[in-house]
Structures are given as structure tokens and as C-alpha cells.
């Protein structure tokens, strides 16, 4: 059986990282047995991040792009059916997801004083409490240093979510004609997209971000229906 190493559960989402949950939608998908073995501690891992499988032989696989590929080397097919056109934008969207939308929901946390006192708690337990402020305020510097190099984190709450809304729309207006982003089946993007956008719902404190994503109800009904078609707890 695989073991499919995650963050825990966090703010009513399957993990706290929307990749993790992506790792568990492409395994439920692919048909192979599978558990979850949670820990909020990757340092272990290969990059550092999560999340990683575990195969019976003890192998290692970590990278939800590179636990898809070895799905698909056991013989799933996540783009079953798909022309060689909706391939290609199924990338697109994968890649609008977790290089575009991933990094606004970063900010939306790491960024906002009121959220980060509650990651604190939430993320990073483990370490002892009369270090955590100095350790975890050593990461937000890094973390918040990085996006300000990257540039969106230069931006205003407002900025950021007016360059999120064209992803947004595009999502909506995939969905218009469809359940899913390619036809009445979940795919990979799907995996992708549907794990982001819940992810941008869930947050301890309301923000522009999550109230803009959370109240928009085509893009909730196809998170929830994501859960439901591909359930994964």
C-alpha cells in the first residue's frame, strides 16, 4: 500500500498545503490503495516540502508532479479521452494553479498579521513555545523577502486580488458548459485547480481573497463536487 505523507488537516481542508491534497485526489483517482501518515515537519524529505509517498518497498517519491508521473507509470491516466489541444490547456490551468494562484494564497497567509499568529499555532506546534516566535518569525522574513523579489508580493491586498481575478474567471468560464474543467470526469488540472481554490476558501480570518473566492458559488459547487466525485476522506 502507498502512504501518502501530508500536513495534517487544517482550517476544514484535507492538509494545510494544497499540494498535499492534489497528491490525494490524483491517488484516489488512480485507483491504488493508499493511507495518510501526517506530519507537519518536511525537513526530512527531499526539497524540503511535502508531500511525499511512501511505497511498500520504502521508496520515496516526494513532489505531487512526481508522484502523478509514477501513478501513471503504475497505469493511471489522468487525461483520458483528451485531445491533444485540451492537453495542452489542461497544463496551462496546472500550471495557472500552482504557479500563479498558489503564490496569492501564500501571501493571503504569511502576509497577514492576524492569520500568521494563528499559523504559528497551527504549523509549527513542535517547536518548543519560547522559541517559536523567533524561529517562525526568521521564515516570514525569508518567505515574505522571496515574494517581494518575485513581485507579487510588492503588491496591495487589493493589487493582488485584481491579478488573481482573471485566473478566477477563467476557471468560471471553463466551468460554464461542464462539471469539471475537461468534460464529466476529474482530471489532473482538475486535482490542481479544485485543491487551490479550496485552499483560498480556507482561512481563520475572512480576507478579500477568501471572501471573493468563498462567496462565488460556480466555483464552490465545483470544489464541492471535486470532493465529492473524488473523495478523499
Request: charged share 25%; net charge neutral.
Amino acid at each position: 500500500m502507498i502512504t501518502l505523507i501530508t500536513f495534517p488537516e487544517t482550517f476544514g481542508e484535507f492538509a494545510a498545503s494544497p499540494f498535499c491534497t492534489k497528491a490525494a485526489y490524483l491517488l484516489q483517482m488512480s485507483g491504488q490503495p493508499w493511507k495518510r501518515e501526517d506530519t507537519l515537519d518536511p525537513r526530512p524529505f527531499k526539497y524540503g516540502k511535502l508531500p511525499a509517498i511512501r511505497l511498500a518497498s520504502g521508496d520515496l517519491i516526494c513532489d505531487s508532479e512526481n508522484i502523478r508521473v509514477h501513478l501513471e507509470a503504475l497505469g493511471a491516466d489522468f487525461f483520458k479521452g483528451l485531445s491533444a489541444d485540451d492537453r495542452a490547456c489542461a497544463r496551462a490551468f496546472t500550471v495557472m494553479a500552482e504557479e500563479h494562484m498558489y503564490f496569492h494564497q501564500v501571501l493571503d497567509r504569511w502576509a497577514n498579521d492576524e492569520i500568521f499568529k494563528i499559523l504559528q499555532i497551527e504549523f509549527f506546534s513542535m517547536i518548543p513555545t519560547l522559541l517559536r516566535g523567533f524561529v517562525t518569525g526568521k521564515l516570514r522574513k525569508s518567505l515574505l523577502h522571496g515574494m517581494n523579489a518575485q513581485g507579487l508580493g510588492r503588491f496591495t491586498p487589493e493589487e493582488r486580488l485584481a491579478r488573481l481575478e482573471g485566473d478566477l474567471q477563467a476557471i468560471s468560464a471553463r466551468l460554464s458548459t461542464r462539471p469539471f474543467l475537461f468534460g464529466n470526469t476529474p482530471g489532473a488540472a482538475d486535482a490542481s485547480v479544485a485543491a487551490m481554490l479550496g485552499g483560498m476558501r480556507a482561512s481563520p480570518v475572512e480576507t478579500l481573497q477568501s471572501k471573493r473566492v468563498g462567496s462565488d458559488t460556480a466555483l464552490m459547487d465545483y470544489v464541492n463536487r471535486m470532493e465529492t466525485t473524488v473523495a478523499i476522506r
